[in-house]
């Protein structure tokens, strides 16, 4: 069984940055597709940031492009935020999917999910 944890939420002021973090367990990170996916207040979920299980392609939501980067090392996935907006206030989940391409934006395409982290950004 694949656990995923996130960590690193926070308040920050709109312009800053942070970085939020989710350690993988139960599978070797090296086989599982992941991606950020956040949800703001009264909104859907939506595909932030993906990264396949290669690590060799990462993928990003046109909203994030130049101000995000997800990346990964051996047993923990990134996500680098920058440049942030109140827009960007959400609580952010980290989602694993056996081999994925890191490209899947659908959140059924995601088999295991966390239990999120909350980022906001004040104005």
């Known amino acids: 069984q694949v656990q995923v944890v996130e960590s690193g939420g926070g308040l920050v002021q709109a312009g800053g940055s942070l970085r939020v973090s989710c350690a993988a367990s139960g599978r070797t990170l090296s086989t599982l597709g992941m991606a950020w996916v956040r949800r703001g207040a009264g909104k859907e979920r939506e595909f932030v940031a993906g990264i396949g299980w290669s690590g060799a392609n990462t993928y990003y939501a046109d909203s994030v492009k130049g101000r995000f980067t997800i990346s990964r090392d051996r047993n923990t996935v990134y996500l680098q935020v920058n440049s942030l907006k109140p827009e960007d206030t959400a609580v952010y989940y980290c989602?694993?999917?056996?081999w994925g391409s890191g490209k899947e934006v659908g959140v059924s395409d995601y088999d295991y999910w966390g239990q999120g982290t909350q980022v906001t950004v004040s104005s």
């Open positions: 989602a694993a999917r056996p």
